[in-house]
Each structure stands twice: as structure tokens, then as C-alpha cells.
């Protein structure tokens, strides 16, 4: 619950704040309160593996950028109005969207009791067996990805 | 004693050996500071500190009391929130890994099977992992905050530096996770104590790791984000007074708990040859095996400093250029073999 407000709060502080570096902060922390929730479901590993990658390896790469940028309010261009309707159009189309997913979604809610499938052993059997093909999948892209960074890193 | 069914016991047991624990590594952490001096005193033919106290032995102390009293400048333009969360962060994170480091087998008092452990989650090596990379923010919070182009520019290095060396740490990590199968430091403190300690089995991990943890205490020769002749001092430019005690001495506690990690998974931790062959009781035992562990971590403080007063430097083009072309193609070879033999083996 208390980690639950503090997600919201971070969250909302990380649109709201006027200081791209304060926002990197917030999304921190909002990072952080999401580890928690995962920890609270039993999923240690995911709670770990979420903190090392983002909070750890991401965020830190969205500071440094920031901080060498070292932007604010004053520097920033004067945004043109249609940007911002177009903004403001297509954000509430994605909130349209979201509500009328979630209202007919089904979720039922996870209990607190022994439930064993975060643990890295239960995990990691499921991830190689049932799920191996989407796994590797995945592993495809994250590569395709990697090829790409490079591509464009040795054009210049 | 059982009071709204919580073992009040079992809460008053792991706050003392919180307590016990954080303040072991604070005061091996002040006397550090004190060894360094003295270390280097020697290898440089000096006296070293010899003023306070006996041998200097209160040297550490005083300079605590001057760091305590010296007067606290926040620089105006600079973010007064961030600029007190930076070296709190880096202490923080500086005092949590040694929570999952096993201090030594289990104590039996008064019938009741006390661990030396804080906890003994499943995930271990993970979280310590986590923990590290959020170290890093300590050092990037405080050199910004600082509104000073030197404080950046070092913190800047020091991300830059602290992200490259986890890859080839993290690598040389999950070779000697391959080998023993377990996530938990307990577990495989357990293992060496049967049998050999695993640097026998992974001796280029071992290597790796020693190198890349050089890189993430920021310690020489990788003490490029601190390099006073090119940065005037380096993150903690602007800190003053206890602040800039903080972050010397969270440097200090990583040294330590890295020491501690380096004795625990490649040097068997708590267990020492011929443990079991002895023949005293289990609690004797168990403070012998402690006492082994500080042993290994004191050798491994010593050869930091040693290395810190013999190896000049590196360029920061050399220390990238080490850290991707030579520590992550060593790292991912030696997965790669230990793999291969782990499901020969297996076969």
C-alpha cells in the first residue's frame, strides 16, 4: 500500500517535474517501489534482475546523458501549439484505449500465499522448457538490436 | 517466547548482528585509512603516521574529530537536496552488501542455532549485484549536484567506468555460478569447505573479478574519476567536512566488502583446510572459521593498497580500451570453457 503511493507519487513527479533531471530521479525511485511490488509477490529474481537492468544500467545512461546536456527550463524551444493538441489528442486516445482494455480484462488478484514460480530455479525450468521459443525469440531481437547500435555507431 | 506470535528472539538476534556488522566494517573501514598510511609509509621507506597514540593508532580517530568539526560549505548554485543525498547514497549502498555475506558457520547459545549470516536470501550474488549498480549513483548525484565542471566530468568518468567493468564482473560471476549451481553465498562457502576452493577451479575468473572490482571501488590504478592532476580532486570537489568524510570513507567499506566477497567465493569464506579434522566444538570452530575469513580479507586489503602504491595509473582511453577488448572477451571465453566442462562432466 505505502509502496503503492510512493509509485504513484514518483510517477506523477517524473511528467510534472520541470527539471528533466529531477524526472530521471523520480523514475528512479519509481523503479525502485516496483522492485518492491515484485519482492511482495514473490518474485526475487525479477525484483533483482529489474534493479540491476534498469535502475542500475538504463537510468544511470538516462542521467549521464542529462547531466552532460545539462538542460532546463529556459533553454528549452518554445514547443508550436499543434504539437501540443496533437499531444494532448493522442494521449487521451491512448488512455481510451487502455480503460476500455482493462475493463473487460480479468485480474484476478494474486494471492500472498507460497507461491513459488518467481524463484530463480522455478524460473529458469519453466523459461528453458515450456517457454523456450519465445526465450530465444526475444534473445533475437535484443541481438538485431545490438547489430543496429553498432551500425549506426560506426557510420560517422 | 512467543508474543503476537513473532519470535521476539529472532528480531533481537539479527538487529545485534546488524549492529555487530555495521560496525565491523566502519571500523575496519577507520583503520584502513590508518593501514593505507602506513602501508605506504613503508613501501615508500617512510615512518608513516606515528603522532597519536601509540604506532599513530589514533591517528584514524582524530582525523574523524577534524572531519566532524570542520566547517560545512554548500556551494549557492548547487541543488542543497541533492547535493546531502549524494554521499548518503554512497554510504548506504557501501553498508548494505555485507548483509549477505556469510561471517562464519552457526552459533549455538543457549540452545538456540544462531547464523553469522544476516540473511541468507536465495539471490545473493544478485543482490550484491544490484546494490553495486546502484552504487553508482552516490558518485553521479554528488558530482552534479555539485554545479562544478570538474565534479561532472568526474562523474561522468566514473559512470562510464563503474557500467564497463560490471559487464566482464558480472560474466566472470556467472562462470563460477555454472560451476556450483547455487545463487546463495552460504551454499557455496559450504561446497569449498568439502572441497577445493574454487580459485583452484576458476582461476581466470578469479583474476576478472579481482581487476573489475579494482575498477568498481575505484581504487589505482582505476582511480581515474578521483585523478587530482587533471580533475583538481575529482566527485567530492566541492564537499566539505563529514560529507567528503562519507565518501572517502564508503570507498574504504567498499574496499572492505569487496575483500570480503573475493574471500567468500574464491577463497573458501569462513572454511579453512582441515576444519572438520580438528576436533573442537562447533562454537570454537565457528569463531575459528570467522577468524579465518578476517584473515583473508585483511591479505586482500593489503594487496589493494599494495597495488595502489605500486602501479602508476591508466589513461582513460587505456582503461576503456582494457575494460571492452581484453576483460569481456576473457570473461565470455572462460564462460564459455567452464560451460563446456560443466556439461562434459555432466555427461
Given at each position: 500500500m505505502v509502496l503503492s503511493v510512493i509509485a504513484l507519487v514518483s510517477a506523477l513527479g517524473v511528467v510534472l517535474s520541470k527539471n528533466p533531471v529531477t524526472s530521471v530521479l523520480c523514475l528512479i525511485v519509481t523503479f525502485f517501489t516496483i522492485a518492491g511490488h515484485y519482492i511482495m509477490l514473490n518474485a526475487q529474481f525479477l525484483a533483482v534482475v529489474h534493479i540491476i537492468v534498469y535502475a542500475g544500467a538504463i537510468m544511470v545512461l538516462f542521467l549521464y546523458v542529462m547531466m552532460l546536456m545539462n538542460l532546463n527550463a529556459e533553454l528549452e524551444p518554445q514547443k508550436r501549439n499543434w504539437l501540443k493538441y496533437a499531444g494532448a489528442i493522442s494521449g487521451g486516445a491512448l488512455l481510451v484505449v487502455l480503460v476500455a482494455a482493462l475493463r473487460d480484462a480479468s485480474m484476478p488478484a494474486i494471492g500472498t500465499e507460497a507461491n513459488e514460480i518467481g524463484l530463480i530455479k522455478n524460473l529458469g525450468q519453466m523459461l528453458f522448457t515450456q517457454y523456450v521459443v519465445p526465450f530465444e525469440v526475444s534473445s533475437i531481437l535484443f541481438l538485431s538490436a545490438m547489430v543496429g547500435a553498432v551500425v549506426i555507431g560506426k557510420k560517422d | 517466547m512467543t508474543l503476537l506470535s513473532i519470535d521476539w528472539f529472532f528480531i533481537l538476534e539479527k538487529i545485534l548482528l546488524i549492529s555487530a556488522v555495521l560496525v565491523l566494517s566502519l571500523v575496519v573501514a577507520m583503520y584502513s585509512t590508518w593501514g593505507e598510511r602506513k602501508v605506504a609509509a613503508w613501501i615508500q621507506d617512510r615512518l608513516g603516521p606515528n603522532r597519536a597514540g601509540p604506532m599513530g593508532l589514533l591517528q584514524p580517530l582524530a582525523d574523524g574529530g577534524k572531519l566532524f568539526f570542520k566547517e560545512e560549505i554548500i556551494p549557492t548554485n548547487s541543488n542543497r537536496f541533492l547535493f546531502i543525498l549524494g554521499p548518503s547514497i554512497a554510504m548506504l549502498v557501501a553498508c548494505m552488501?555485507?548483509?549477505?555475506?556469510?561471517?562464519?558457520d552457526t552459533l549455538t547459545i543457549a540452545g538456540r542455532t544462531v547464523s553469522l549470516q544476516v540473511a541468507d536470501v536465495n539471490i545473493g550474488i544478485l543482490f550484491i549485484f544490484g546494490v553495486l549498480s546502484v552504487g553508482v549513483y552516490g558518485i553521479m548525484i554528488g558530482g552534479w549536484a555539485s554545479n562544478n565542471k570538474y565534479s561532472l566530468l568526474a562523474s561522468v568518468r566514473a559512470a562510464s567506468q563503474i557500467i564497463s567493468y560490471e559487464l566482464p564482473m558480472g560474466l566472470a560471476l556467472i562462470a563460477l555460478l555454472m560451476l556450483t549451481g547455487t545463487l546463495s553465498l552460504k551454499e557455496i562457502v559450504e561446497q569449498q569447505r568439502h572441497d577445493y576452493w574454487n580459485v583452484v577451479y576458476q582461476p581466470l575468473g578469479f583474476f576478472i573479478f579481482l581487476v573489475t572490482a579494482f575498477a568498481e571501488t575505484n581504487r589505482a590504478p582505476f582511480d581515474l574519476p578521483e585523478a587530482e592532476n587533471e580533475?583538481?580532486?575529482?566527485?567530492?570537489?566541492e564537499y566539505s567536512s563529514m560529507k567528503l568524510g562519507f565518501y572517502l570513507f564508503a570507498e574504504y567499506i567498499n574496499m572492505f566488502v569487496s575483500s570480503a566477497l573475493m574471500a567468500t567465493m574464491y577463497f573458501g569464506g569462513y572454511a579453512f583446510p582441515g576444519m572438520d579434522s580438528l576436533g573442537v566444538s562447533p562454537n570454537l570452530l565457528t569463531i575459528l572459521g570467522f577468524l579465518a575469513l578476517f584473515v583473508k580479507i585483511l591479505v586482500f586489503i593489503f594487496f589493494f593498497m599494495w597495488v595502489r602504491w605500486t602501479v602508476p595509473r591508466f589513461r582513460y582511453d587505456q582503461l576503456m580500451r582494457l575494460g571492452w577488448r581484453v576483460m569481456i572477451p576473457l570473461a565470455l571465453a572462460n564462460m564459455l570453457i567452464t560451460g563446456a566442462i560443466v556439461l562434459f562432466r555432466q555427461h
Amino acid at each position: 500500500m505505502v509502496l503503492s503511493v510512493i509509485a504513484l507519487v514518483s510517477a506523477l513527479g517524473v511528467v510534472l517535474s520541470k527539471n528533466p533531471v529531477t524526472s530521471v530521479l523520480c523514475l528512479i525511485v519509481t523503479f525502485f517501489t516496483i522492485a518492491g511490488h515484485y519482492i511482495m509477490l514473490n518474485a526475487q529474481f525479477l525484483a533483482v534482475v529489474h534493479i540491476i537492468v534498469y535502475a542500475g544500467a538504463i537510468m544511470v545512461l538516462f542521467l549521464y546523458v542529462m547531466m552532460l546536456m545539462n538542460l532546463n527550463a529556459e533553454l528549452e524551444p518554445q514547443k508550436r501549439n499543434w504539437l501540443k493538441y496533437a499531444g494532448a489528442i493522442s494521449g487521451g486516445a491512448l488512455l481510451v484505449v487502455l480503460v476500455a482494455a482493462l475493463r473487460d480484462a480479468s485480474m484476478p488478484a494474486i494471492g500472498t500465499e507460497a507461491n513459488e514460480i518467481g524463484l530463480i530455479k522455478n524460473l529458469g525450468q519453466m523459461l528453458f522448457t515450456q517457454y523456450v521459443v519465445p526465450f530465444e525469440v526475444s534473445s533475437i531481437l535484443f541481438l538485431s538490436a545490438m547489430v543496429g547500435a553498432v551500425v549506426i555507431g560506426k557510420k560517422d | 517466547m512467543t508474543l503476537l506470535s513473532i519470535d521476539w528472539f529472532f528480531i533481537l538476534e539479527k538487529i545485534l548482528l546488524i549492529s555487530a556488522v555495521l560496525v565491523l566494517s566502519l571500523v575496519v573501514a577507520m583503520y584502513s585509512t590508518w593501514g593505507e598510511r602506513k602501508v605506504a609509509a613503508w613501501i615508500q621507506d617512510r615512518l608513516g603516521p606515528n603522532r597519536a597514540g601509540p604506532m599513530g593508532l589514533l591517528q584514524p580517530l582524530a582525523d574523524g574529530g577534524k572531519l566532524f568539526f570542520k566547517e560545512e560549505i554548500i556551494p549557492t548554485n548547487s541543488n542543497r537536496f541533492l547535493f546531502i543525498l549524494g554521499p548518503s547514497i554512497a554510504m548506504l549502498v557501501a553498508c548494505m552488501t555485507s548483509a549477505v555475506i556469510p561471517w562464519g558457520d552457526t552459533l549455538t547459545i543457549a540452545g538456540r542455532t544462531v547464523s553469522l549470516q544476516v540473511a541468507d536470501v536465495n539471490i545473493g550474488i544478485l543482490f550484491i549485484f544490484g546494490v553495486l549498480s546502484v552504487g553508482v549513483y552516490g558518485i553521479m548525484i554528488g558530482g552534479w549536484a555539485s554545479n562544478n565542471k570538474y565534479s561532472l566530468l568526474a562523474s561522468v568518468r566514473a559512470a562510464s567506468q563503474i557500467i564497463s567493468y560490471e559487464l566482464p564482473m558480472g560474466l566472470a560471476l556467472i562462470a563460477l555460478l555454472m560451476l556450483t549451481g547455487t545463487l546463495s553465498l552460504k551454499e557455496i562457502v559450504e561446497q569449498q569447505r568439502h572441497d577445493y576452493w574454487n580459485v583452484v577451479y576458476q582461476p581466470l575468473g578469479f583474476f576478472i573479478f579481482l581487476v573489475t572490482a579494482f575498477a568498481e571501488t575505484n581504487r589505482a590504478p582505476f582511480d581515474l574519476p578521483e585523478a587530482e592532476n587533471e580533475l583538481n580532486g575529482g566527485y567530492h570537489l566541492e564537499y566539505s567536512s563529514m560529507k567528503l568524510g562519507f565518501y572517502l570513507f564508503a570507498e574504504y567499506i567498499n574496499m572492505f566488502v569487496s575483500s570480503a566477497l573475493m574471500a567468500t567465493m574464491y577463497f573458501g569464506g569462513y572454511a579453512f583446510p582441515g576444519m572438520d579434522s580438528l576436533g573442537v566444538s562447533p562454537n570454537l570452530l565457528t569463531i575459528l572459521g570467522f577468524l579465518a575469513l578476517f584473515v583473508k580479507i585483511l591479505v586482500f586489503i593489503f594487496f589493494f593498497m599494495w597495488v595502489r602504491w605500486t602501479v602508476p595509473r591508466f589513461r582513460y582511453d587505456q582503461l576503456m580500451r582494457l575494460g571492452w577488448r581484453v576483460m569481456i572477451p576473457l570473461a565470455l571465453a572462460n564462460m564459455l570453457i567452464t560451460g563446456a566442462i560443466v556439461l562434459f562432466r555432466q555427461h
